[in-house]
């Protein structure tokens, strides 16, 4: 069992900056994949941002809509998962979530051209990230 919480969220203006950060009780170091996904009220819960690493190293996916704005970062020896996020817009409005699968899903995020929620078996609880305008 793994377990994953969020902290770092909060309420900031729009062009700000938050970071959130996601600790995770067991890390896999051969392969793994973890992401951050967000859900926003009466929308599904969507993929932002997902870094894995396998065999052929670490590789990192982003949705469209926070491309150039987010960065998704580890700290191995801290077990602690990253989002750098800028230039919030209000529509990033939403509770982020961190979560955690112990195989490489790179593959798989390319083929689809998005982060799948239902490829990941473990959940952080959420941090709630709102954004005035």
């Known amino acids: 069992q793994v377990q994953l919480e969020e902290s770092g969220g909060g309420s900031v203006q729009a062009g700000g900056s938050l970071r959130l950060a996601c600790k995770v009780s067991?890390?896999?170091?051969?392969?793994?994949?973890l992401a951050w996904f967000r859900q926003a009220p009466g929308k599904e819960r969507e993929g932002v941002a997902a870094?894995?690493?396998?065999?052929?190293?670490?590789?990192?996916a982003y949705a469209d809509a926070v491309k150039g704005r987010f960065a998704i970062s580890e700290d191995v020896p801290k077990n602690t998962l990253y989002l750098d996020m800028n230039v919030l817009q209000p529509e990033d409005t939403a509770t982020y979530y961190c979560?955690?699968?112990?195989?490489?899903?790179?593959?798989?995020?390319?083929?689809?051209?998005?982060?799948?929620?239902?490829?990941?078996?473990?959940w952080g609880p959420g941090t709630q990230v709102n954004v005035s305008s």
């Open positions: 870094l894995c690493s396998g065999a052929r190293g670490e590789d990192t």
């Open positions: 979560a955690s699968n112990p195989d490489e899903l790179m593959t798989a995020i390319r083929a689809l051209g998005k982060i799948a929620p239902g490829w990941f078996k473990y």
């Open positions: 067991k890390w896999y170091y051969s392969e793994y994949c």
